[in-house]
């Protein structure tokens, strides 16, 4: 890519945030002469987006902070039908009140990262129900299905995949890339949106509304998509041995949240440092090109960095301590993840095993079962190799039991 004239193009590009442009020289100018409006669309398949998504929120805080308007797309009315995208069978259709839901956890977190209000660089957030679930099946077919050519979508690299292993794609799924089309076309008539991005996965969707608009006499419209990322290990972004690591902070605290990041591959933290954080490039550049031990350093900076943004700065100040007094002083912390159980079965003893998966460190007794045989599981930093132990009030310290499992997993018990 050449060098960006425009402060956005040229900051998304120096971060890594770029795979594919459409016009790379017209979307440049553009951005350049005028207050460009772009969105991203979110599919609201669950009640919070997780880790993979904040690359795509961060463009769109990028976006308005070189002086742009972001739109962020819900897509309560696509959700119905949901992306078929590089799936290899149908998503699970939801109901209209799952949908909701969803979507209500979803916006939470934007406030993190965007100004929203009426003014022309703040930030707008809205839900394609608003037009879809009140199309005119046949007007929509007239109007908008005869722009669609099926040879050419079926050259899709998404729907070719699914095709070619000869697993079958519904009507209903196909339709879905012609309504993300008409989200585009939808949103230049309403807010004069020039600009759609995403994920590399969505090119050919984003391709079509482009090429919607066209027919349908849109200003020319572009398309920008970013990398699908996976650590220097292959993992894919946002997922961790326990799971999705999500964004709302009711489903994933701020601690947790903090060691995700904190466990970054060596290899990852400057690219992930330009990715997730807003810290200027020479420091980033300083802190990637540490090496050992004192890469550790940077991790806790990434780590409390991408917390403050999600969390705010007390809360990554105090998960950045509870790591420090955990895991360099030995120290209990009392801001570790905590349940509570009863006091009287604390009183009689509670077996060791399902403490250990009511605390969400092991997912069954045999998975417990097996860190204890493993020597990963310790009560109050001592190792436990009885997988028959038993938990009780002699086991409090300063009023709660302290149970790991490994260096990185701690969870205080609580008498209720």
Known sequence: MSAFKSD?????????????????????????SETVTAYIGFDPTAPSLHAGGLIQIMMLHWMQKT??????????????????????????????????????????????????????REAVMVDNADWLLDINYVEF???????????????????????????????????YMILQAYDY???????????????????????????????????????LTSPLLTTSSGAKMGKSADGAVWLNPDMLGAYEFW?????????????????????????????????????????KVLAT?????????????????????????????????????AAAALGEGSGLLSLLVKAGLAGSNGEARRHVKGGAVKVNDEPVSDDRRVIGEPDLRDGVVKLSVGRKKHVLVRPA
Request: proline share 3%; with cysteine.
């Open 8 to 32: 956005f193009l040229r900051t998304l590009s120096e971060r890594g945030f770029i795979h594919q442009l459409s016009d790379e020289t017209g979307l440049d100018d553009l951005f350049a």
């Open 67 to 120: 002086g742009h308007r972001p739109i962020a797309l819900m897509g309560g009315g696509t959700g119905m039908i949901g992306d078929p995208s590089f799936k290899d069978e149908a998503r699970k259709l939801m109901t209209p009140e799952t949908i909701a839901d969803n979507i209500a956890g979803i916006k939470r977190v934007f406030s993190n990262y965007l100004t929203f209000g009426d003014g022309p």
């Open 141 to 175: 077919l007239r109007d908008v299905g005869r722009h669609f050519s099926v040879n050419r979508m079926l050259a899709f690299d998404s729907v070719k995949t699914r095709l070619d292993r000869e697993q079958s794609l519904s009507f209903l799924e196909f339709n």
């Open 185 to 223: 076309v939808e949103l230049n008539r309403r807010y004069g949106c020039r600009l759609q991005m995403g994920g590399s996965d969505q090119w050919g969707n984003i391709i079509n509304g482009i090429d919607l608009g066209h027919r349908m006499g849109t200003p020319q419209l572009y398309a």
């Open 259 to 299: 060691q995700y990041w904190r466990n970054t591959e060596d290899a990852d933290v400057g690219r992930f440092l330009k990715l997730y954080t807003t810290l200027p490039l020479d420091e980033i550049a300083r802190l990637a090109a540490l090496g050992g031990a004192e890469i550790n350093e940077a991790k």
């Open 305 to 341: 960095e991408v917390t403050a943004m999600l969390h705010g700065r007390d809360a990554a100040g105090t998960a950045a301590e509870t790591a420090r007094k955990t895991f360099e002083e030995g120290a209990l912390a009392e801001s570790l993840p905590t349940i509570e159980i």
